[in-house]
């Protein structure tokens, strides 16, 4: 059951890649699409209650199973909404069969790409899932090939790689490291052996590892100031892709940080990684806090507010002990979830508007109710708004921080409290008013989006007891 | 083994970072391309000594990839690229070449003090590999932020990959694995490179991406 699930999660999509790439048509492959994502996400969620197991390849643990979960989930239900989505835009002539093709093609890599991240015990292996990812997704955000989306697809790429080569040149110091007390080969890059001996590693040697994880994956996560890609890819892909890449990518990014920073803390002469950690989350989010105000494109808005809700769970894990991580995880969760769910309702407004722009989004309300709705909840959810999951992980969080250092809970609260003004604004800017500009009725799934927020408004409301003692397993595990 | 084995694999490193600093100051694209292809070539004969010394059969494979595809296949595919886009002649000059080759200086100094102290357990010819590899790895950075043209930041980011593949066939019985990924990521890296690189063509005429920033500032 086990090899299934490592297999099915990694094999499925990239099967996929081949026979969405040769499909002629449309219809079918985004039925296929759908189809895959789905049977994807039935082997992951066939790992749902396994026990850990490892070996010098692969590993599995409550802590990657919940992301492997969320990974897969997210990932069918972008694929649900891409198929309207991408039908409009071939309708609208932005994009046509070729690239299509391309697209469905890319979007299953990128998901191999992802699980395989996941799952790998081998650090070089984990490397290579999240370099894929990036390349992959490079090529998704240049695909309208307007001149802003190769602009952002060459930002994005030339920030990205440079991350991702200073990643590998981190894996190969961590290497180094181990190779004495560990042997060579193999072993000496597998991750449970790596925490196991860390304290018998030499500690400046995996100090400036950890530097060089931290520049790198800090990239792909979008701390500030690493984050100058995360914006503009956002904003000039397809907006299913601003959904996976706000879901997922940065959540498999921000793991694989996580699961150096635990080999870090298994060795107590070697740096601490917490307070770089709680600093550079901090900035992120002090700085897109106040970036959001300036935006005037709203799927550049929502990347902002990508940026500040990793910085809250860095912040969060940095801090560190239990309760801090479990809301961490819980958070990371929840903005996995309300982010993408929230870019589903852009990508179908941006459509029905046909722009962008704030300026010439007004009176959804009037024109478009059921979109209006769902955005308007998506941004309560985001903003920490009870009675969504977001309130109770960002309450957590607060409130764990509070006994450890009150002075940076003043900062956090108003951090927040701060951008929840700007997303109150932008809404009331976009929902009432006179309807202005372009409309058109929009094709639109809206199961989705609110299957999105139905989740999240659950897990706001009551959490199950077994889900509370799983995320704490997770969090004890993170140390 | 003799003394002469750390002395061959020193010498080979330091040509690598000697060519990194040639390409800092080329303003021709065509012969920044001939040095690219020679560094590529040092770095097949160190991993290639590294292969012998280390006695890893498997490093051969490596050595191969970076003669034949970075030292053969890249280059005469970007010139043929050049050709095609008739940019083969163009000049990217280089602003400042005193101050751009003093910073290169700094970074290579910076470069072996953060390694040195670390690496001291480690076997000499591994610190050298080290601290060279992470001299060439911040010397294509620094390539690819001082330069404005897309060609050039291209060779600047190969560069910086072949001071990866040296840092990681200094590190002992680092796994196959890895090796064939960084080959793997570089011939990615190309098709990425060259679909943009014809897009950016296509749509302005040029590829000076500093055009790119143009279009930016208007859009905000």
């Not at chain 1, 069918?76 to 391309?102: D, N, Q």
Request: aromatic fraction near 12%; charge should be neutral; include cysteine.
């Amino acid at each position: 059951m086990i090899a299934f699930g490592i297999l099915g999660v990694v094999t499925i999509p990239a099967i996929a890649v081949v026979v969405l790439a040769l499909l002629p048509g449309y219809r079918l492959g985004a039925l296929l699409n759908v189809i895959v994502s789905f049977l994807t996400m039935l082997a992951g969620f066939s790992l749902l209650g396994e026990k850990s197991f490892s070996n010098d390849i692969f590993i599995l643990d409550p802590f990657n199973i919940y992301l492997i979960l969320l990974n897969t989930f997210v990932g069918f239900t972008t694929s649900v909404f891409s198929a309207t989505y991408i039908k409009h835009e071939l309708e609208t002539k932005r994009l046509s069969l070729p690239f299509v093709r391309f697209y469905h093609a890319m979007y299953q890599t990128m998901m191999a790409a992802m699980n395989l991240a996941l799952v790998s015990n081998d650090l070089g292996l984990l490397w290579v899932g999240v370099e894929m990812a990036t390349l992959v997704t490079v090529m998704m955000v240049g695909i309208y090939r307007t001149p802003a989306a190769i602009e952002a697809a060459w930002k994005y790429f030339i920030l990205g790689s440079v991350g991702i080569s200073l990643a590998f040149f981190g894996t190969i110091l961590i290497y180094l490291a181990a190779q004495g007390t560990l042997g060579e080969g193999l072993p000496a890059l597998a991750w449970t052996r790596l925490q196991a001996s860390a304290s018998d590693f030499d500690p400046a040697l995996l100090s400036l590892a950890f530097v060089f994880f931290l520049v790198g994956y800090g990239t792909k996560i979008g701390l500030a100031p690493l984050h100058a890609w995360l914006p503009d890819a956002h904003a000039e892909g397809p907006t299913p892709i601003s959904a996976v890449l706000s879901g997922l990518l940065l959540n498999v990014a921000l793991y694989a940080l996580l699961r150096i920073k635990m080999v870090l803390s298994a060795n107590t002469e070697a740096l601490h990684p917490g307070p770089i950690m709680v600093v550079m989350g901090l900035t992120s989010l002090l700085f897109a806090t106040f970036m959001l105000y300036k935006q005037r494109d709203i799927k550049r808005f929502f990347a902002y507010s990508s940026i500040e809700h990793m910085g809250i769970i860095t912040f969060a894990f940095g801090i560190g002990g239990i309760l801090a991580n479990l809301a961490g995880l819980l958070h990371m969760t929840m903005h996995s979830l309300i982010k993408s769910g929230i870019f589903f309702t852009v990508g179908h407004v941006s459509q029905a508007k046909s722009t962008q722009q704030f300026s010439e989004i007004k009176g959804l309300s009037v024109s478009h109710p059921v979109l209006a709705w769902g955005l308007a909840l998506g941004v309560f959810a985001i903003a920490g708004l009870p009675p969504f999951g977001a309130f109770m992980s960002e309450f957590l969080i607060v409130s764990s921080v509070f006994v450890q250092s009150p002075w940076l809970t003043i900062l956090v609260a108003v951090a927040l409290v701060i951008a929840f003004g700007a997303m109150l604004m932008r809404l009331q800017d976009i929902l009432f008013g006179e309807p202005t500009g372009a409309s058109h009725p929009v094709e639109a799934s809206y199961v989705p989006l609110f299957a999105h927020l139905t989740i999240v408004l659950i897990a706001g409301v009551y959490l199950p007891v077994p889900l509370v003692h799983w995320f704490e397993q997770v969090a004890a595990q993170l140390k | 083994m003799n003394d002469l084995a750390p002395q061959i694999s020193y010498m080979l490193a330091s040509g690598m970072v000697v060519c990194s600093f040639v390409l800092l100051y080329q303003i021709r694209l065509s012969s920044m391309l001939d040095v690219f292809a020679f560094q590529a070539v040092v770095l097949a004969c160190s991993v290639a000594w590294q292969a012998h010394t280390q006695d890893s059969p498997q490093l051969y494979v490596t050595a191969t990839i970076a003669l034949v595809v970075k030292g053969g296949v890249i280059p005469a595919f970007l010139r043929r690229l050049m050709i095609k886009l008739k940019i083969h002649r163009e000049i990217d000059p280089v602003v400042g070449v005193g101050l751009t080759l003093l910073a290169g200086v700094a970074l290579a100094a910076l470069a072996i003090l953060v390694m040195f102290p670390v690496t001291a357990h480690a076997a000499t010819f591994t610190r050298d590999d080290l601290a060279f590899a992470l001299a060439v790895i911040l010397l294509g950075l620094w390539m690819m932020i001082s330069r404005r043209n897309a060609i050039s930041q291209i060779i600047g980011f190969m560069s910086l990959e072949n001071g990866l593949v040296l840092a990681a066939t200094g590190a002992k019985g680092m796994p196959l694995v890895v090796e064939i990924s960084v080959a793997f990521s570089i011939l990615i890296a190309l098709f990425v490179f060259g679909t943009f690189v014809f897009r950016i063509r296509e749509r302005f005429d040029t590829v000076d991406v500093h055009v790119l920033d143009r279009f930016r500032e208007d859009r905000q």
